[in-house]
């Protein structure tokens, strides 16, 4: 079983950037891939991207496509995800996910889920 902790989030203006982190335990947190979803106040959570137990591909959701960047360190038992350029429809609980060996949308694929951190962009 893996837990995972993220951190990373806050209050930023329009335009700036934002390092999530993914803290994992457990000795299957390398072997699988790394989901990220967030989830707008009143709104169902929706997928962001997906790297690969390896980090060799990655799946981005239109919305992200060109400013998010995923990364998985294996030897650190950590994923990133690296928010540029933001926009205020990018605020949300940010989750990072994992279970699945290679990454995917579906929620249901993915058995290990984080408590979540805030993103928050003021324009």
């Known amino acids: 079983q893996v837990q995972l902790v993220e951190s990373g989030g806050g209050l930023v203006q329009v335009g700036e950037s934002l390092t999530l982190s993914c803290a994992a335990s457990?000795?299957?947190?390398?072997?699988?891939?790394v989901g990220w979803f967030r989830q707008a106040p009143g709104k169902e959570r929706e997928f962001v991207l997906a790297?690969?137990?390896?980090?060799?591909?990655?799946d981005y959701s239109d919305s992200v496509r060109g400013r998010f960047t995923a990364s998985k360190d294996n030897a650190k038992n950590t994923a990133y995800l690296r928010l540029n350029d933001l926009k205020p429809e990018d605020t949300g609980v940010y989750y990072c996910?994992?279970?699945?060996?290679?990454?995917?949308?579906?929620?249901?694929?993915?058995?290990?889920w984080g408590q979540g951190t805030q993103v928050t962009v003021s324009s």
């Open positions: 457990g000795r299957d947190f390398a072997r699988n891939a």
């Open positions: 790297i690969s137990w390896n980090g060799g591909s990655k």
């Open positions: 996910a994992t279970g699945a060996i290679y990454g995917t949308d579906i929620e249901a694929e993915y058995d290990s």
